[in-house]
């Protein structure tokens, strides 16, 4: 039902219109003195770029400059056809009042935000706000709308493509993998487009960008896709300049996966620990958890920008720089839990051939294999709107560390996840805890894996006896564990006495107790005082300790 324009308005009405006056134009709206006339043209941009900002007003009558005030409009005479006529051309059912404010007519039209994952255009240009001026959307901002619907570019059809430009030799690995993973040996006997319309990366309406990301040949992904491509470096050193060896994969997934790990391990050189009386080995780039980073940049990078996947190996690390950033929420901060395919068709085809177990593993076990090797955890350092940078890093750092893990595991039978892993690592290393892997903490105290020390404020946690025993280092467990609280009171109160007649410093304390926080030698002191056994002369860094004889 067409809204009928207000002759007599109720004074709430007339008072929003006063209230809108000292409104900034950029909390969704846009005032425009419009006295005579104005632009069809201009009020579905205008309209457009506040739909793309969440929604908003476009206010005709009103003084753009401050301070505003109300000069009355006679534009859009009628403006029930002005509503039938954006309705048409930029697709939102926008509403309208028209407000008999006493210093004139104010005409308002009420702009809905645009429906998720769905930019609004007028005239082929996604329209948006630069202060006073219109302006078309940034890219990226334009990227993160189209991000937020899920839309498959990978399910897209590619309408340039034939069969012809699929390599059948990569098609023929896939099904061979779909076989061992399905156990369905009538695989074996369809032929090649029915066995890709059974994994729907063909369908009736052609190839999807998926089957030319996974089976495209050269010359095909040179014509139609040539982004997708993942670019090898070997470099000895950090200098720049170039790569001692660079290798151009653009081929089909199925075609590069082997030849790109095999051309990766031809210089993955193996690290060695003794375990007792035996030497164990372990290689500096784990295989499954470089497969699983290169899974994870083909299926989730954005095939829409035009760069290409870049694998860097180095001595002791591998960095994996993919274009696009990371999906619509997923960070850094929630990756271990949330995942989002960018190109679920691809995703898909991976988890049917078993290269995936499920949908979002694959960074779990990444980190859960640096830990248990004793290498310092993957990062994605250097991620930004345009990329993300994955790197794994292939130095063994802790070979009593690794040997706590297995044996622990081999005696009790315990089984750690990606939190428990990620705990005791973090303990190991001296890191803070964040809160979501506090609650890891009890089961791990129970199996005395991780001991607390302190209370409060001061509390802190460290390994158990048995990872400084695997060390050889019993003598840190007990420094580092502390000594009782009787004998810490003790020592303080030592050093004070020794110290009677000048005083003892904080810093002084301190010293006598190493392992322990400055907060926790400030309750023992305070012990110490509502006791009666020391007193304070002075406050904050000035303050001094004597003894109460």
């Given amino acids: 039902m067409t809204p009928v324009p207000l002759v007599n308005p109720p004074a709430s009405d007339v008072d929003q219109v006063n209230e809108w006056l000292s409104s900034k134009e950029g909390d969704h709206f846009e005032f425009k003195e419009a006295k005579n006339k104005f632009e069809f043209d201009n009020l579905a941009q205008y309209c457009a770029a506040l739909a793309n900002e969440g929604g908003g007003r476009v206010v005709l009558g009103v003084t753009d400059k401050r301070p505003r005030k109300v000069v009355g409009s006679q534009a859009f005479a009628q403006p029930e056809q002005t509503l039938r006529a954006l309705l048409d051309r930029i697709h939102l059912r926008i509403d309208f009042r028209e407000v008999r404010h006493p210093s004139g007519r104010v005409l308002v039209f009420e702009v809905p935000g645009r429906p998720m994952g769905t930019p609004i255009e007028f005239r082929g240009v996604y329209w948006g706000r630069s202060g ?89 992904l040179g014509r139609l896709l040539a982004q997708a491509e993942v670019v090898f470096e070997y470099r000895s050193g950090e200098a720049a300049g170039p ?10 997934f199925f075609s590069l996966y082997d030849d790109l790990w095999g051309t990766i391990n031809l210089r993955n050189d193996v690290q060695h620990y003794r375990d007792g009386l035996f030497v164990r080995d372990i290689s500096t780039f784990a295989e499954r958890s470089v497969r699983e980073a290169i899974l994870n940049a083909i299926s989730h990078r954005d095939y829409q920008l035009g760069g290409s996947v870049f694998v860097r190996q180095y001595a002791r690390r591998l960095v994996i720089e993919s274009p696009g950033g990371f999906p619509v929420g997923v960070t850094t901060e929630n990756i271990l839990d949330r995942q989002s395919p ?13 290269l995936v177990e499920r949908a979002g593993q694959g960074v779990n076990l990444m980190f859960e294999q640096s830990i248990r090797q004793g290498k310092a955890r993957p990062n ?45 690592d973090l303990v190991h290393r001296e890191e803070r805890l964040p809160e979501e892997l506090q609650p890891r903490l009890f089961e791990l105290r ?58 003892a410093t904080l810093e002084e304390l301190q010293q006598v107790l190493t392992a322990l926080s400055r907060g926790q030698v400030q309750t023992l002191v305070r012990e110490l005082k509502r ?13 001094r300790w004597f003894p109460i004889h």
């Fill in 132 to 220: 006073d001026s219109l302006v078309p959307l940034d890219p990226d901002r334009l990227r993160a709308i189209l991000a937020e619907g899920g839309r498959d570019f990978s399910a897209e059809v590619a309408r340039a493509a034939a069969f012809a430009d699929l390599d059948s030799q990569a098609i023929e690995n896939f099904r061979k993998r779909w076989i061992e993973k399905s156990g369905n040996g009538n695989l074996a006997s369809v032929s090649a487009e029915q066995l890709l319309r059974d994994a729907e990366l063909v369908v009736d309406e052609g190839i999807t960008n998926a089957a030319l990301v996974l089976f495209g040949t050269r010359a095909a």
């Fill in 243 to 252: 790569a001692q060896q660079r290798k151009e994969y653009r081929e089909g």
């Fill in 342 to 354: 960018r190109n679920r068709r691809i995703a898909d085809a991976f988890s049917r051939c078993g």
């Fill in 380 to 424: 994605f350092d250097g991620s930004d709107t345009y990329q993300v940078v994955l790197t794994l890093n292939g130095e063994v750092r802790d070979e009593a560390f690794v040997r706590f893990l297995e044996k622990v595991a081999a005696e009790t039978g315990a089984s750690f996840g990606t939190r428990d892993l990620l705990v005791l």
């Fill in 446 to 503: 129970e199996k005395g894996l991780v001991e607390r020390v302190g209370r409060g404020r001061g509390v802190r946690y460290l390994l158990g006896r048995r990872f400084y025993e695997e060390r050889g280092e019993p003598g840190a467990y007990t420094r580092r564990r502390g000594l009782d609280r009787a004998t810490n009171r003790s020592l303080l109160l030592k050093h004070v006495k020794d110290n009677a007649s000048r005083g």
């Fill in 531 to 543: 006791e009666g056994l020391v007193r304070v002369e002075g406050k904050t860094r000035g303050a």
